[in-house]
């Protein structure tokens, strides 16, 4: 076990924290956070309040918790969906190459032409809108790049000694593939995860935030930003509360991914 | 030479597959657009005759060349929601979005690159260290709109800060260029500081990185035990190699800030086309949105494109078919 450095300390006791609110918030929030209150409108932040009201006097904290649980499953499933086939696919043409791995890297290469945003986008206009297009249109658009880096992993491993006397000993491909070959691929596909979770939460915000993403009653962050802004002038702490909730969710856990990188003892950037 | 000619001849096949999935993927969607425009309970004899006003009975192919060639004759077609042409809608909203994506990319450009440098210039002490990964990676996690929301707050709503109105420009009312350029440069600012941010502290990372690895080789171990100062040698020959890889990395960043302008056009209200993709997504208007989505990726393509030349001009071993260390 290597030692821990700073960063990844820092980064895993942050993301603890809000992985442990974020479980709280689905069991248990300070009040309802869809109950409305009209004695208690556009109050500021408080002790009854930590992030105030908005203007239907519901109370934001607890909106915040339950909307970041909802933003942090879609990342953790869409991160998923890209990982599993995307691993899947660069390993497969990683370690046999030849025509298949010519024909997907110059896909690939089409595909990353596309901002991953844009990409979404269509995905979204061709699915249309809701919780699980939302997971499937972001898992596709995270698939090529999880190919490449498990791709280049794979490939640098292919006729690596380890390999050909697990050859040697009988092992089928799919053994060597997901026995040997994958636990030595952790070391950059654990920093690609980290990487694919933030991008995952920024482009779940920013989808729902356009108002084709998740739509209510799922309230994620994104959408409550978008409502946050018609309310800047009365109620700003309602931006500020869910915008913060955003960044610190995206800075715990680019914090631990940039501890994984510095301790793999070679920066590599996404 | 030759290595140009092999980067242009990549670039056109990139851009035909490009255009052969948007196209592909609209053409997968459900639904008649002759019946969408005319209603579902127009009469088939219309619909028949629009269908083919509108090329619709033509082999998939021969729709596909065609609609490809548009983008040189300028003619894609109409939209169906509006009554004007697809290149006429593109062309008014296009200048926003090109402008916020260029003054986006240049502050990117002019403010990471000094402090990139500046970063390993001085000699690293671990508790600076600390506070520059820190801070680096908190900017990393601003999410442009939410950025932006922050600054129409302070700087869009007339908000007072001792007694200071610090209004600099209305939210949803960009002056014309030819009317005020310089109030239409300033509105265009706000976005374009909330999409560059986050790529200003990862472009500073990867730079400060790069520098890092380059100044423990071997000759600049050389050039300074004979007589080079650490300062002098980065300047001199450092940068240069350095910036090969920064290159590559900037022209990809050309990529999201097109990506971040279409969100943050609708936190500012700028009439670019990013909010007419999603307008056009929302009326399920085809012909225009596929339309920007082709013209977004070549836009993108050709800046890889030109970061994978000016990163030639810059290590020639490239030139040789070698790979970038």
């Known amino acids: ?270 | 030479m030759r290595y140009a000619a092999r980067k242009l001849l990549t670039l056109l096949f990139t851009m035909v597959i490009v255009s052969l999935l948007t196209f592909a993927a609209f053409s997968l969607i459900p639904g008649d657009p002759a019946t969408a425009r005319l209603g579902m309970d127009a009469a088939p004899e219309e619909v028949a005759a629009l269908r083919e006003a509108m090329g619709l009975n033509r082999p998939l192919g021969v729709r596909y060349l065609s609609w490809l060639a548009g983008f040189f004759t300028g003619d894609l077609g109409s939209s169906y929601s509006y009554s004007s042409s697809v290149s006429a809608l593109v062309g008014q909203k296009l200048p926003a979005t090109l402008a916020l994506s260029l003054l986006s990319f240049s502050l990117v450009v002019l403010i990471s690159i000094p402090l990139g440098v500046r970063s390993v210039g001085r000699a690293a002490r671990r508790r600076t260290d600390a506070a520059r990964t820190a801070v680096n990676q908190l900017l990393m996690a601003l999410p442009p709109f939410f950025t932006g929301i922050l600054l129409t707050w302070l700087f869009g709503t007339g908000l007072r800060v001792f007694g200071v109105r610090l209004q600099l420009f209305v939210p949803g009312r960009l002056p014309a260029f030819s009317v005020h350029p310089g109030g239409f440069l300033l509105y265009l600012l706000f976005p374009a500081v909330a999409v560059a941010v986050p790529r200003i502290a990862m472009t500073v990372r990867m730079l400060h990185s790069t520098l890092l690895r380059e100044m423990n080789q071997d000759y600049v171990r050389t050039s300074i035990s004979r007589g080079s100062d650490r300062a002098g040698v980065l300047y001199r020959h450092v940068l240069k190699n350095a910036m090969v890889p920064v290159v590559a990395f900037l022209a990809q960043t050309m990529a999201e800030v097109v990506a971040g302008s279409i969100v943050v056009e609708q936190v500012f209200s700028v009439p670019g086309l990013g909010r007419l993709l999603l307008g056009s997504i929302g009326s399920r208007d085809w012909p225009v949105v596929q339309a920007i989505v082709v013209i977004l990726a070549f836009w993108v393509v050709l800046a890889g494109t030109v970061g994978d030349l000016i990163a030639q001009r810059l290590d020639p071993r490239l030139r040789l078919g070698g790979d970038r260390r």
Not at chain 1, 81 to 88: C, H, I, M, P, R
Not at chain 1, 92 to 107: I, N, P, Q
Not at chain 1, 163 to 192: D, W
Not at chain 1, 239 to 265: D, K, N, P, W
Request: hydrophobic share 55%.
């Open chain 1, 1 to 270: 076990m290597k030692r821990m450095n700073g960063c990844l300390r820092a980064g895993l006791i942050l993301t603890g924290i809000l992985f442990a609110l974020i479980i709280l918030g689905f069991f248990w929030t300070p009040f309802d956070p869809t109950a409305m209150s009209g004695a208690e409108k556009l109050l500021p932040p408080s002790l009854r309040h930590l992030m105030g009201t908005d203007s239907f006097g519901r109370d934001i904290f607890s909106r915040v918790l339950r909307g970041a649980g909802t933003t942090f499953l879609i990342a953790l499933c869409t991160v998923a969906v890209g990982a599993v086939f995307g691993t899947l696919a660069g390993a497969l043409t990683g370690y046999f190459g030849g025509r298949v791995d010519a024909v997907l890297m110059r896909l690939n290469d089409a595909l990353t032409a596309f901002p991953s945003m844009l990409l979404a986008l269509v995905l979204i206009s061709l699915f249309g809108s809701g919780r699980q297009n939302v997971i499937l249109a972001l898992g596709i658009v995270f698939i090529p790049s999880f190919a490449r880096v498990t791709r280049a992993a794979y490939a640098s491993l292919r006729d690596a000694n380890f390999v050909a006397e697990a050859r040697l000993m009988g092992a089928g491909s799919a053994r060597i593939l997901f026995v040997h070959l994958l636990p030595n691929t952790l070391s950059v596909l654990l920093p690609a995860l980290t990487i694919g979770f933030n991008n995952a939460v920024l482009a779940e915000a920013s989808m729902s935030y356009l108002g084709i993403g998740v739509v209510p009653p799922d309230a994620s962050l994104g959408y409550m930003l978008s409502e946050a802004q018609s309310m800047l002038a009365s109620a700003p702490w309602y931006a500020v509360g869910t915008g913060c909730a955003i960044v610190l969710l995206i800075f715990s856990v680019g914090l631990t991914g940039e501890g994984l990188q510095r301790r793999r003892g070679e920066a590599r950037y996404a």
